[in-house]
């Protein structure tokens, strides 16, 4: 049939390669700037001759996105806009430049990502700092001027007039050897003057020589004393036979030198060291208060904890809680032949937090003790650790339940977070009670820029 001749099944394969070329173009050509993959920036340039749109923005060589615009900023000036890939983070005191693949080669932009301290760059943010490239026309018009000048001064060399100034110039040379020669002989005085201090200084050498011949002096007996000379023959022998000793291997400077296996034991050591040092300088530390609000018996329970975190996936934890019911402990007494047992409570004492946590992937198992007791935790992160779900179970008093909280907590800031859960909901002392939680945190980091901005802030 006429459906399944040639003409078609060709137009169709054209139709099948323009749609691929397309899909191409809109993944990997200049419009892959658009898409929810990338956020927006924008930089003011003096002069943004020869960029086009959808050239390159590098990072250290890396190509990190896009320029998506050039227009006109003011009455003369460029406003360039780069779409950045999502993954890739910049701070407001990052530097843009203008750059060219050698000399005549395309221009695209290069970002030197500022510092860590700098505030992150958002959607519709603007880098400041930029550096526009060199214009290739102006230092082409430059080295032109530079030619013309060279070629004036050439030529005025060869005609009539040149050569007489060079004839002008060997006669200012002339008078100037003259002029010296003029101030010399009315110098001659001085002069002759300089000349006797030169042979009294020439004298003065001759005497010093005369007393180092004779053997006077420090100098003179180490020359001409042949004990001085036998001395130090003597030690020059034994620093010789200590440095035998050590090329044999003998004593411990030599095994240390000469053995490769303590040389090899050093260099362990020493490895450790400065992996200890390095660990200890990776170490992040964060400060933590949480406050209960205990609605069943209107008891605000307070928290306070350190976090040392060690790896990205591994911490520990260190506090103190205080606790409504206390400590518990119980006596055992026996009155007129009859056993009794009493219960005695402590209230107001604090309880201690010391666990260890490994994180898996959005999970984390904690371990250790719990207020006093030993126990187990689970704690689950979503929303890009955001929302915190966490079950805690831990060793209650003597002869009742264990201790059981579940609790969820969401971080709406950096430093604070809000919470609710329910405490100790399988007491049979009649102890659980829902509650609600606030809480803040502040890593050492933190600390410091809070400490420094106060004494910024008191120096003023």
Request: charged share 25%; no cysteine.
């Amino acid at each position: 049939m006429y459906s399944s001749s040639t003409e078609i099944k060709v137009g169709l394969f054209v139709l099948a390669a323009l749609a691929v070329v397309v899909w191409m173009a809109l993944r990997l050509g200049v419009f892959s700037g658009f898409g929810s993959d990338y956020y927006t920036i924008s930089a003011v340039f003096d002069e943004a001759s020869g960029l086009k749109v959808g050239v390159a923005v590098e990072v250290a060589g890396i190509n990190v996105g896009r320029v998506a615009n050039v227009s006109l900023y003011g009455s003369n000036r460029a406003l360039v806009t780069m779409a950045i890939l999502n993954n890739v983070h910049l701070s407001d005191d990052s530097r843009a430049v203008i750059r060219a693949q050698g000399v005549l080669g395309d221009k695209f932009v290069e970002i030197f990502p500022g510092s860590s301290a700098g505030a992150p760059l958002t959607s519709g943010a603007r880098i400041e700092e930029t550096v526009s490239a060199v214009d290739m026309s102006e230092l082409m018009e430059k080295l032109a001027s530079v030619a013309d000048d060279l070629k004036i001064l050439t030529s005025s060399l060869t005609k009539d007039n040149g050569g007489q100034e060079l004839r002008d110039i060997v006669t200012n040379v002339r008078d100037l050897s003259k002029s010296l020669k003029d101030l010399t002989e009315a110098n001659g005085p001085g002069i002759s003057k300089a000349v006797e201090k030169l042979g009294t200084v020439a004298d003065n050498l001759v005497s010093i020589t005369d007393r180092i011949n004779k053997g006077q002096g420090s100098l003179g007996q180490l020359i001409n004393d042949d004990s001085a000379i036998r001395e130090l023959r003597s030690t020059m022998a034994s620093i010789r036979q200590i440095t035998d000793k050590i090329g044999s291997g003998e004593g411990t400077l030599g095994r240390l030198v000469n053995d490769e296996t303590t040389v090899d034991k050093i260099d362990q050591a020493l490895t450790g060291i400065n992996n200890y040092l390095e660990s200890a300088d990776s170490l992040q530390v964060t400060v933590d208060y949480r406050a209960d609000w205990m609605t069943r018996y209107d008891y605000l329970k307070s928290t306070v904890g350190i976090k040392l975190q060690t790896s990205p996936y591994r911490y520990y934890l260190l506090g103190v809680t205080g606790d409504y019911f206390g400590n518990y402990s119980r006596t055992d007494y026996t009155l007129n032949g009859q056993d009794y047992r009493r219960e005695n409570r402590d209230r107001g004492k604090l309880k201690f937090n010391a666990q260890i946590a490994q994180r898996f992937y959005d999970a984390v198992i904690r371990g250790g003790i719990f207020e006093s007791g030993a126990g187990l935790a689970l704690d689950y992160y979503l929303l890009d650790d955001a929302l915190l779900l966490t079950m805690e179970a831990f060793s209650g008093d003597f002869d009742h339940n264990p201790h059981l909280r579940a609790m969820a907590s969401y971080r709406f800031w950096k430093y604070f977070y809000i919470g609710a859960g329910y405490d100790d909901f399988i007491s049979d002392l009649h102890r659980s009670s829902p509650f609600f939680s606030f809480g803040f945190s502040f890593t050492d980091d933190d600390l410091k820029q809070l400490f420094k901005g106060a004494s910024s802030f008191i120096s003023k």
